[in-house]
């Protein structure tokens, strides 16, 4: 096929991953582009890694400052938290030796909205970006970048970097040219005007990425896959998980609260999204819209089955089978699939005034229905809270889904009260786990607790958590929430003391 680098003023700039990784400095702030383990660079990181190892062995310092669009892959996270070269890590990660190292205390994590991220550096708030690592898919003749299967904050990075350094790999569709939409309308305030998206499906903005020739230090050819999680097909927990939502919806559409073809759908990554999409597709729905983050293998599905029309994103998340055939019928979905930078695919504005149905995955949730997305026993941080913040709170529907139990039983998902809290109570309207769905809309507190032990709570859990209820709802210094303080978090502390959740 032709050459990819389509501009001779950047083709001229073509070295090694080598050469292209020396112009990174110690201390230096690094922004890459990456979203859950698409679109990221492949080769530049990995000879970073390389250097600062032997920098290491020389007894020399040298640690960066690293952001991203979300998650990465073992040659990003894993290669440069391996060689202890992250000093401070945001927005979003799930490697687990960068996990490892994050809470061992030996490496900062910053944990924030994903939409929130290109306007807080664009705010000044993470000081300059020394350099800015992008893969694309090709660089047109003008010099413009052929974003790749992520857009994440790589409009931000190439803008507001020093240097540039890009990636462009061989091994992404060439036919994903025109999949993208740019939005370049984004200003500071008090300058801020109205974001002119009104469905799922408009295009606002550009096919391609802006970048100034001058800032680009350095090109590199790769040819490497995606991360490809693997896929795991639904277990019965999860199908049941998906059954109860999907009776929910139905009912919603039958009551009139909802179109039969929904509103546009979030959907976070893993086994159960995974099966309340499958769900969805054999109950019947058709005519759907993705409004989401991330497309993963069920959405692929749909779209091809054309129960879903439309999906709007910012990177992708599929299996090696997915993406092999993403990849083959591209034409397909380059008609059907937006990928727009995060600050748009999160947006606040666009999620409310679309009314979004979010649904995201939760560690635990408590009685009154505050959710916690991040942190195992209130301290050790398992990935962070992604997007599922910039949905929760401005979604037409807020919804977690949860198996009701964690660690073989040990833990119960439903508590007196969370550990940690990322999703207030103001901000989640269902919680079903598979014993049921509680629907805490339009709820007082105490009531909230009702549906919850009714509903969610594995009967293993159910007495404990009913006698707790019982006992803060007569003691409870107000009567308002009833809580027990010296009693609220003991559940956790049992299990880091005696390995079970269980009284
Ligand atoms: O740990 O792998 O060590 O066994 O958490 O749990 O049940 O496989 O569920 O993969 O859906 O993850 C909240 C982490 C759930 C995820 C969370 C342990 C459990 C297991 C995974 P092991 P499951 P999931 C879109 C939206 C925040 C970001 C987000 C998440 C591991 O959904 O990261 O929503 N959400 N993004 O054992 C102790 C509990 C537990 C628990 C689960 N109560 N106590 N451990 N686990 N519950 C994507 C983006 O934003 C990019």
Redesign the pocket.
Known sequence: SSDRIRSSLLRDRVVSAEAAAAFIQPGETVAMSG??GSGYPKAVPLALARRIEDAHVAGQDFRIRLMTG??TAPELDGALAKADGIALRMP?QTDPDARQRINAGTLDYIDIH?SHVAQHVWFGFYGDIDTAVVEVAGIREDGSLIPSTSIGNNKTWLDLAKKVIIEVNDWQPEGIDGMHDVYYGTALPPHRKPIPLLHADDRIGETSLRVDPDKVVAVVRTNGPDRNSPFSPSDDTSKRIAAHLIEFLQHEVKKGRLPANLLPLQS?????PNAVLAGLSESGFRDLAAFT??IQDGMLDMLRDGVLRVASCTGFALSPAANEEFKRNIDFYRERIIMRTQEISNHPELVRRLGCIAM?????ADLYGNVN??H?MGSKI???????GDFARNSFLSIFL??ST??NGS?S?LVPMVSHVDHTEHDVSIIVTEHGLADLRALPPRHRARQILDHCVDPSYRPQLEDYFERASRASFGKHTPHLLPEALSWHQRWLDTGSMRA
């Not at 995201?360 to 635990?364: A, F, K, L, P, R």
């Not at 398992?382 to 599922?388: A, F, H, V």
């Open positions: 979203f859950t979300a998650s979003f994903l976070g990554v893993g086994n159960i983050e991330v995201n995955g939760m560690i635990e997305s991040t195992v398992m990935n962070g809270i992604g997007g599922s949860s198996p964690a660690k833990i998902a």
